[in-house]
């Protein structure tokens, strides 16, 4: 037992010992902060750093999706099938008046016939010269338009299609058949491209007074005869205004003399014989003055031959304008009826 206790001691004493030493040589601490020892002031090791290098991180750029894509991608990860959308069809109808213009009330015979004449001898004033006629210019006026007027002082003949004939009353002293016609036709716009008004026996209307208003013709046409036919011997001429797309067609009874055939368009002449075979004024024909008519166009008679007016007389469209316009000289043509014989055209 006292061995045991003797150890035990021993073993302490041992151990007092090793913490006594170990406490004397931890070094002191000055008041830098440094540490100090025994053999004086140890400089603190310093550990090196190491540098690790990092691959920096890129971001993904998203790219807009092109306008294309923006309608047509499909947010699933997976297509199983295409559809093709449909395109709903959208018509378009172009706003169009559903009412038409109240038509004017009709005129009594004796009101229309007064109307009527006021027009045939005020229509040569300056708000409606041709190829203007009764406020109507082809090319330019619809026939809904026209006909709001028209209607009231006249009858309708024949309608077909695009064309209508009307009929026009007029005194007994004008006309044996006591009305004249007008053709009218309109396009698929529904204006108006043609005129055709029939011949009357009326004054003012003569070849001298409109070449007078009109100038000089760019095209004038002539035929006739080298006799007299059944005691008549017709003498037709063709004044036609390409530029101002309209036509003057007369047919008046000339004289022979001495191998000579004249034919006279005096002022104020209205036929008393035969006021219906030869009316003073002439047949209008009114067109689109965008187009040129032909000499078969404008007459319209498949049979007619037609000759220019300086291959059977000394005159051309220019001299005849002068002839005409000079107050001094007669409006009368000549032409030998040498060059009207058959065998000679």
Known sequence: MLQIRDNKLFMTAVMIWILLSNVGCQPNISEHGEMISDQGVIEPQTTPTIKIETTPTIEAVTQPPSPISAITETP???????????????????????????????????????????????????????????????????????KLNLMTISTVVLEKENRIWLNFPLPDTLSEASNFTQLYSWNELGIIDTITIESINISGYDAKTMVGIFGIPDEVWVRTLDAPYLGTLPFELVIIYQSKGFSLYYSIDATLNDDVVTACFEPGFVELSNPDLFPASPEIFIWANAETKTIDEIVQEPDAIFFPLEEKTDLTPETLYEKFANSSESPCIDTSSELWRVGNN
């Open 76 to 146: 699933s990860p997976s297509i199983t099938s295409t559809t093709v959308p449909t395109i709903p069809t959208v018509t378009t109808t172009l706003a169009t008046s559903t009412s038409s213009p109240e038509p004017l009330p009709t005129l009594s015979p004796d009101e229309a016939i007064e109307y009527i004449m006021t027009l045939l001898e005020d229509y040569q004033n300056s708000g409606c010269l041709l190829p203007c006629w009764w406020d109507a210019i082809p090319g330019i006026t619809s026939w809904e338009d026209a």
